[in-house]
């Protein structure tokens, strides 16, 4: 259970590693939850590993590890075996995959584990490359969908003539004029969709064949994968591939993210639930989840009648007139003798200090 204990915990870290998550799953399919697989020993150390063969595993590890397999198919890996989960599957995560700059081969570690889970499930060799190809479709068309969406370049432009000099006189004008329409009329619609189309197949065939990896910023530190292709789109290598990258990563690879901002946000909210405007409210979560947006050693400092205009007028409620109002003065409530005592003490206090 402990590859499945720190796998969840990789999960839900504050960071673009959706690939790793997924890497991270593959490799418990083709180990952990693989019953003809070797079982990796707890006490197996990077100079001596030792490993189970299935046949020496007891009955209560060989349930466990069937038990486990079942679970994860059920939750996530039927996407490649069984046809209405891929019909309504996004796979979201596989083209994360796909846009990382390592594993971006869509005939590498997917096809290994399509192929996998549906010849262990009994399958044959044909409906197994069957369910890939279906599968590899599905993530190929989701990206060109993407990039089709984030494609702003205008497909009908207007070409307007500028208005020929007056030369001559503007009934001969009218009449013989050429405008750059008349000359080189605009393409029809469909001749300009299928050049768009060309765009971008051209863009994610270029990404799919060119060699890419991720910079190394310091020993033993490479780059995230956003920052990957930001700096990909300064370069102008690809225009439309940053775009998709930023909307695919946008999807954390686990719930406990946004689930950790709904709590810090809430603890936040309630003691000032009716001070605070709900664009107050976003800003403030927003700067806590984003710690690199704001650093307070670096804000300018307010001068002191700057500072007190800033202070909410509910701090500054006096409280001397409250107590006359409702008890009215405290002579009613001490006596002279007791007034004067309390002001000879203090002035024994003053003399002593």
Not at 132 to 155: A, N, Q
Not at 259 to 264: A, I, T
Request: proline content about 7%; glycine content about 4%.
């Amino acid at each position: 259970l402990e590859p499945i204990a720190a796998l969840n915990q990789i999960g839900q870290a504050e960071s673009g590693n959706q690939a790793n998550v997924l890497l991270g799953i593959y490799k418990l399919r083709i180990s952990l939850l693989d019953p003809a697989a070797p079982l990796k020993d707890c006490r197996s150390t990077p100079q001596e590993k030792r490993f189970f063969r299935p046949e020496e595993l007891s009955n209560l590890a060989t349930t466990t590890r069937a038990l486990l397999g079942k679970a994860f198919q059920r939750a996530f890996f039927r996407r490649y075996t069984d046809s209405v989960a891929m019909n309504k599957c996004s796979y979201a995560f596989e083209m994360q995959l796909l846009l990382h700059p390592n594993f971006k081969n869509p005939d590498g570690a997917i096809k290994k584990i399509v192929m996998k889970c549906n010849l262990q499930l009994g399958a044959t060799q044909k409906v197994a490359e069957r369910h890939y190809e279906k599968v590899r479709r599905y993530i190929l068309d989701g990206i060109r969908k993407l990039m089709s969406e984030v494609d702003t370049t205008p497909s009908d432009p207007e070409v307007v003539a500028p208005p020929p000099a007056a030369v001559f006189s503007e009934d001969l004008m009218e009449l013989f004029s050429e405008t750059a329409d008349e000359v080189t009329p605009p393409p029809p619609v469909e001749t300009r969709t299928m050049m768009a189309q060309l765009r971008m197949d051209e863009e994610f065939d270029r990404w799919i064949t060119t060699p890419t990896t991720l910079r190394a910023v310091r020993q033993g530190e490479f780059e995230s994968v956003l920052a990957y292709w930001h700096r990909q789109s300064d370069e102008g290598t690809f225009r439309l591939l940053p775009l998709v990258a930023r909307v695919v990563y946008s999807m954390p690879a686990s719930s406990a993210q946004i689930e950790r901002d709904f709590g810090m946000a809430g603890r936040m909210v309630v003691p000032h639930r009716s001070s605070l405007a709900p664009y107050n409210i976003d800003m403030s979560t927003f700067l806590n989840c984003n710690r690199e947006y704001c650093d307070i050693t670096q804000c300018p400092k307010l001068s002191a009648d700057t500072a007190s205009e800033r202070i909410p007028s509910n701090m500054m409620v006096s409280m001397e007139r409250e107590l006359d109002d409702d008890f009215g003065s405290l002579a009613y409530f001490f006596s002279s003798t007791s007034i004067e005592l309390g002001l000879d003490d203090d002035e024994e206090d003053r003399l002593t200090l």
